[in-house]
């Protein structure tokens, strides 16, 4: 069967990639409103690729952008799988640093130049190409298909959760793919099986009525940027340990075999800080870099705001002062304790001469995956085939809510295949995508529905 | 002498008034160059009142704004006395909470409400009468008078201290007097025989080159937000103690007589909390609330930027974040050692994983008279028959850098004779001045005049 497959994938390479490039000639900025008919044609785009290919789509309607659904449910007893993605893109300021125009797709040293080449019109594109490969070469797929590609995930993806569950029926599967990550680095493909989860707050302390003179009022009240510093000083000790109560109390410790597996990943610390430009690591005592990035949860000021930001000094007593803050969460932190000991922890140290006020945004709890699961070994398999390589098995230290959601509604895994790397610009000028790494995306995909089946 | 004089000031009161009202129409907003006319305006009104009483005057120019110098000095044997005050003021804004506008002088309850009423068109022009009630009355002064009227008091004086040093020898003089404070409370006039110092800098931690995706990164390289609020709670003790090293080493006491003048004045400080909105007073363990703003230096964050400032969270390890600071400093501190020592206390504590920046401002040492100099006793004496009441001794916790100056450049005394009160809303809306206080101030300043003389 594979062998049809390949050649198929072969004979279409060109197409494949003319077709990516048209795809990322539509500027779908999904957080910018004067795009938003170019954001639906993407949409549209996604939908006739899909009919195209044989899987069956429509556009769905939501608040905001529509959501691309389409499915292959021809494959009786075998496993079902739901493919997510997404086709809307970043804003491209600072468009002034573009070597090209972020919407004239350039291709140069191997790779395609475009806003959203990797993320995630390319990455995403592969597992459209994929099914189409399978359809057009031996008219079936080995596994069932659903594929969810929403055009908000730039923007929060307001209207998704909304869609899963009035749609959680037909939306039943086994376990869902995402490609919407990175390899570990050029040459080293991987499979990311854990994402830290989140809870995001604000902290304002709320001093006088107004800003007042520090000469005549300074040292008789409390100055609320002086008291939200020592709030926040609070909260690390000296070994980098959060100091909130019942902080790490769920949190799961790496195996052994995880921390093993970290290990033996290159990693240059000296190349690693010259790119961000900072002096030194830093963090939790008796971690690694990666393992703090990874698997230890964290807690980090995101802003200050507070009294007079202009130019030169300026002689007052703040009316209040605020922080916005967030906890990166491992397994099996649940967000809505941390956020409940964050809020407690403050409360519990702030001074009576001020008034506190706590704001807690949106939370989701860490995921991991089972690294032993059939569907784990199907990926890796799936993986070796396409790039000619082992993958290895990584965590990330950002958060996928879907993949949460995916858990929580339809009870599946989801696999974390990344094509793209680190180093491609997601979000930022010049963002790109190997294209080497596009047809290895095509190639693993296309071996991965006939991995799934085999379980 | 004094009855002639007396005479004079009842006869020509209302016209008084009438001039203070045709100065305070003139909206000589020093900050807003589209009033730099009006500015100028207000400095040629002061030039020509003066010389309408009898003291020669000239609009000194300078880069900015004009300097309105006159003196009278023929009182051969006599002390020399030199006047200071300002003829500009402060911007209108927000002008929707004025009852009636700002430069449309209105008199209702006893008060002229105008921009500039207390601060310090009224409060500087009762000098110019009591020298004009003088001269018209009796031909002569009993003390000889320099005045410095300046137009850029309240854009931070830049051209000041450069005619000052160029006119050293001309302003030689035996002491100074500014009205530019206010009286205790209504009903207690007082002198202001202290001010507090200043220093003020600016504190900035760098991190990485850019802002970073704190799910990313997070854990790996120190926070610049976390690490500032780890600096500035380091700054306080437990008490309220400044812990920058030597911060105390040349602090002035209060004598026991000045702890006991200060106990005296009412002061209720359910009412202050009540004006301020604040919810308890704050500060430095075992000193009264006065003591604290008039007598102990302080630290203060005036500002705090850092990271993402928006609605919402945003989740990223900022690249940055800083601190505005200003220290209010007390006799004998000196400004210089106090703003380097609080340069090596961040240095000494600013961890590697950073890198930090420290940015001095303007810095001024504290200024305080002594309470029992014969200028003192005159200035008592001559506000007993202004006001008829003995005035009480306060310091002040703001500072006037040109009574530093006038100390270090002429070496003589200031003596800061407020009429107003310190609820006029200088630099607020609905700005006012007693009339009483203005007639007051007048009668105390001719008085003045005599009383230094008999020294």
Redesign the interface.
């Known amino acids: 069967m594979m062998q049809t497959i390949e050649r198929y994938l072969a004979d279409n390479k060109d197409r494949f990639v003319r077709e990516l490039l048209d795809f990322l000639k539509i500027p779908s900025v999904s957080a910018i409103s004067t795009h938003n008919g170019d954001t639906r044609k993407a949409g549209e785009w996604v939908r006739d690729q899909l009919n195209a290919a044989g899987v069956k789509a429509e556009l769905v309607e939501t608040e905001g952008h529509p959501i691309v659904y389409g499915e292959w449910t021809k494959a009786k007893g075998a496993p079902t799988v739901l493919v997510y993605g997404h086709y809307d893109v970043q804003p491209v300021d600072p468009l002034n640093e573009w070597k090209t125009p972020p919407f004239q797709p350039d291709i140069r040293e191997g790779h395609v130049f475009a806003r959203g080449a990797t993320d995630d019109k390319g990455q995403m594109l592969t597992h459209v190409k994929s099914a189409e490969a399978w359809l057009k070469s031996s008219g079936s797929l080995p596994v069932n298909l659903k594929f969810v590609i929403e055009g908000e995930e730039e923007v929060g993806s307001n209207n998704l959760d909304l869609f899963l569950e009035a749609r959680r029926k037909q939306l039943a599967c086994d376990v869902a793919v995402v490609s919407d990550t990175s390899q570990y680095a050029p040459g080293i493909p991987a499979i990311t099986y854990g994402l830290?989860g989140?809870v995001?707050?604000?902290l304002t302390v709320h001093?006088?009525?107004?800003d007042?003179?520090?000469?005549?009022?300074?040292?008789?009240?409390?100055?609320p940027?002086?008291v939200?510093?020592?709030?926040?000083?609070?909260?690390?000790d000296d070994d980098g340990r959060v100091q909130v109560p019942g902080f790490y109390d769920d949190v799961a410790e790496l195996s052994a075999e995880e921390r093993r597996e970290f290990q033996s990943l290159p990693f240059d610390e000296a190349a690693?800080?010259k790119e961000?430009?900072?002096?030194?690591?830093?963090?939790?005592k008796g971690y690694s870099?990666l393992e703090?990035?990874w698997a230890?949860p964290?807690c980090?000021?995101?802003?200050?705001?507070?009294?007079?930001?202009g130019e030169?000094?300026?002689?007052?007593?703040?009316a209040k002062?605020s922080?916005?803050i967030?906890c990166?969460l491992v397994p099996d932190q649940d967000n809505d304790r941390i956020i409940a000991a964050v809020e407690k922890f403050f409360r519990d140290r702030c001074?009576?001469?001020?008034?506190m006020e706590f704001k807690i945004?949106?939370g989701c709890p860490a995921t991991v995956c089972d690294i032993h699961s059939p569907w784990m070994k199907a990926a890796r398999a799936a993986i070796k085939k396409g790039f000619g390589k082992e993958p290895v098995l990584i965590r990330?230290?950002?958060?996928i809510p879907v993949v949460g959601t995916f858990k929580k509604l339809l009870g599946v895994d989801t696999l974390l295949l990344g094509w793209g790397q680190?180093t491609d610009n997601l979000h930022g000028p010049n963002e790109r995508f190997s294209l080497d790494a596009f047809h290895s995306g095509i190639h693993s995909s296309a071996a991965l529905w006939e991995e799934l089946a085999r379980k």
């Open positions: 830290r989140i995001a707050c604000e001093g006088p009525r107004q007042l003179h520090s000469g005549i009022f300074g040292g008789s009240i409390a100055n940027c002086n939200l510093a020592k709030l926040i000083a609070q909260l690390h690693f800080l961000l430009g900072s002096p030194k690591t830093c963090g939790e870099t703090r990035r230890r964290t980090d000021v995101n802003g200050l705001t507070g009294g007079y930001q030169g000094p300026k002689t007052i007593i703040p002062a922080a916005k967030t990166r001074p009576k001469a001020v008034r945004y949106h990330e230290g950002g958060s680190n």
